[in-house]
């Protein structure tokens, strides 16, 4: 939990919409400040709802969180109690580079042949004609100093369902970026996208549906500053016998753009 004034801890009441993720809420995370160098405590917000605005949290039953490191170790983080709508995570980066930060949050639903929609698997409902596991990924990424090499941003999480960028880096105003829809190692064309943006965290959300090309690419102009989410969803026809039939799979990628 989150430690208060005086070093106590705070129990968060939160209104609880996990079971949401059923019909389309995921999370994404949020960082305090872009700007780091080595040795700068940071903190990550997890944060739940649709396309970027905010509704309610999730239980942490089902929810991690790791940071992947710039030689590619992991480092499981702390998911603390914080504020009614997100969790918080701290991390202090040791070194320059490109760092990775991954919420990963699982939940098993089914549907029973009376079309009733309940949390569980196989194993509580045997019977049931639908099983899901809902599988998702938030991703951001930090990178800690300035005029990192090409080599220094190279490393990218091994995440079933991912959207990669050419590069790595801070995008500004102008600039085109270019991203690909993996699932695993294999390109996903024709995949819907969305992108959901505002200019803060006062501003109204835009939404904004996409789609990537024959290859897999999805290319985005950059025209405002401000926070930006893409999420890609994918069914998959994975998965285990006598827990559930298939997967649905997201992936959220948080990012922000200066002038």
Not at 56 to 64: C, F, I, M, P, V
Not at 83 to 110: A, D, R
């Amino acid at each position: 939990m989150h430690k208060g004034e005086g070093g106590t801890s705070m129990k968060v009441e939160f209104l609880d919409t996990t079971d949401h993720m059923e019909y389309g809420h995921e999370g994404w995370l949020e960082p305090n400040t872009t700007h780091v160098h080595e040795g700068d405590p940071v903190e990550i917000y997890f944060k739940w709802g649709h396309n970027m605005q905010a509704h309610g949290l999730a239980r942490k039953e089902g929810l991690s969180a790791h940071v992947l490191l710039p030689d590619g170790q992991k480092q499981q983080l702390e998911i603390q109690d914080y504020k009614p709508s997100s969790y918080l995570m701290q991390f202090t980066p040791k070194e320059i580079g490109l760092y990775h930060f991954i919420c990963h949050n699982k939940g098993y639903y089914v549907i029973d042949k009376e079309g009733k929609h309940l949390r569980g698997t196989l194993k509580d409902y045997p019977d049931s004609p639908k099983a899901t596991s809902f599988t998702q990924f938030s991703h951001l990424t930090m990178l800690v100093g300035h005029d990192l090499s090409k080599e220094q941003l190279s490393t990218s999480p091994r995440l079933p369902l991912a959207i990669v960028p050419e590069e790595w880096k801070k995008w500004k105003t102008g600039e085109d970026i270019n991203f690909t829809l993996y699932l695993n190692k294999d390109v996903l064309p024709e995949n819907d996208i969305d992108l959901a943006c505002a200019e803060d965290e006062e501003s109204s959300v835009e939404q904004m549906k996409m789609k990537t090309d024959g290859k897999g690419k999805l290319n985005i102009n950059v025209e405002k500053i401000g926070q930006y989410l893409l999420i890609a969803r994918h069914h998959s026809n994975e998965g285990e016998t006598g827990v559930y039939y298939d997967t649905q799979f997201t992936y959220t990628y948080y990012y922000s753009i200066k002038k």
